[in-house]
């Protein structure tokens, strides 16, 4: 029996994310299943869902049962998400039943957003055989595909085509109305937009089986933090006005939002430092989500935090909660609310380095981990 003995110690049931990428198969010079775990177990994650935009592409019960045996022996639960459509190319549904069955948590395209009405909503029924849930990106691509950042005063400044958020709202629309019709369970992932809030809040009043998560960079930076073109910050969806980020920090304290995810999208030097224009949307955030929550969400409640990071994710994917009892198997976090750090390059788990937080100082570090009967602690 191990003692730790930390002055301002919390201890919760292990988080878990909804929506990372680990790259592999096919992109380990980006992560690997071994590194994103690592940097999982670095973040307080117990539990990671990892999307299915890899090579090949997470779309039949194989690819499920590689990301399955492969992670058995990480100290980090992996749960894959099959992918809706045959390649994530939105045309034709994917063998969602076979990957259901062979440990697939949920359904999602991951970074590619399912264009099509007519196919979500065959997935969506689809699904209902099995209590399924689909995962949206909401991204409407046929409204200025060509997109660097958000539609607004600081991009006409700084002369970058924008994304209106209308983009993002008329998925989120079409999606809660397909859901209701096919009384089945949709979460959307990176909302981003005030109106898009509205949309789900209103959806959830009448459909149940309606759920969503946002980002922590959503929550800290806005789109007048890219006047330095600093491309870390170019993320889908992007980072949208300042009123949008006020009206999702009020979303986390008023309940519209269920629980966070990192959209910890890792990418090697090359798909990151190079023109704004060429380089790839996303940034790291697995090592750092808590910290930047607990930094910008001013007094809110730990017991908050747990609930979007712990207790509400594995509720709407139906993954079992960890419970905090004497005797039983240990799925555990450990961290400090009040601790500050310096986010440095140096200590970065994950293979890639792509986040605009080296440099800066967060508040609440993660201790540790209990996952598997072993203990994972951090310098």
């Avoid at 096919?182 to 809030?197: D, M, N, R, V, W």
């Amino acid at each position: 029996m191990k003692e730790i003995n930390i002055e301002g110690l919390h201890v919760s049931p292990g988080w878990m994310d909804v929506f990372s990428n680990f790259a592999d198969p096919g992109y380990e010079f980006k992560e690997t299943l071994e590194t994103g775990a690592a940097a999982a177990a670095a973040g307080g994650y117990t539990d990671v869902m990892v999307i299915p935009n890899t090579n090949p592409i997470i779309h039949n019960k194989s690819n499920v049962e590689y990301i399955v045996q492969k992670s058995k022996t990480l100290p980090v639960n992996v749960h894959p998400i099959g992918a809706i459509t045959k390649n994530t190319d939105g045309k034709e549904l994917a063998e969602m039943y076979d990957m259901k069955a062979s440990g697939a948590a949920a359904f999602s395209d991951g970074i590619n957003s399912v264009q099509s009405s007519g196919i979500l909503l065959k997935a969506l029924q689809y699904i209902k055989a099995f209590d399924g849930t689909i995962i949206q990106l909401p991204d409407d691509k046929s409204i200025n595909p060509h997109w660097l950042m958000n539609e607004g005063i600081t991009s006409t400044q700084l002369g970058l085509p924008g994304q209106p958020a209308m983009a993002e709202e008329l998925i989120v629309t079409r999606d809660i109305k397909l859901a209701r019709y096919a009384e089945s369970k949709i979460h959307f992932t990176g909302i981003a937009s005030k109106k898009s809030l509205e949309y789900i809040k209103r959806g959830k009043e009448s459909n149940a089986g309606i759920s969503c998560s946002i980002t922590p960079y959503h929550l800290f930076f806005c789109d007048e933090d890219l006047k330095e073109y600093d491309t870390n910050l170019k993320v889908n969806p992007p980072l949208r006005s300042k009123e949008d980020r006020e009206a999702l920090r009020t979303a986390i304290k008023d309940g519209t939002i269920d629980c966070i995810a990192s959209h910890h999208l890792p990418h090697e030097y090359d798909s990151k430092v190079l023109e704004f224009e060429y380089a790839k949307p996303g940034m790291i955030g697995l090592e750092t989500a808590y910290a930047v929550l607990n930094t910008c969400l001013e007094r809110i409640d730990q017991e908050r935090l747990i609930e979007l990071l712990s207790i509400n994710p594995k509720k709407i994917f139906g993954i079992k909660q960890a419970v905090i009892k004497e005797g039983g198997n240990a799925v555990l976090t450990l961290f400090d609310p009040l601790k500050k750090w310096l986010v440095e390059e140096k200590n970065i788990l994950s293979k890639s380095r792509n986040t605009p937080f080296i440099g800066k100082e967060l508040k609440g570090k993660v201790v540790g981990i209990v996952n598997k009967n072993q203990l994972i602690t951090q310098p």
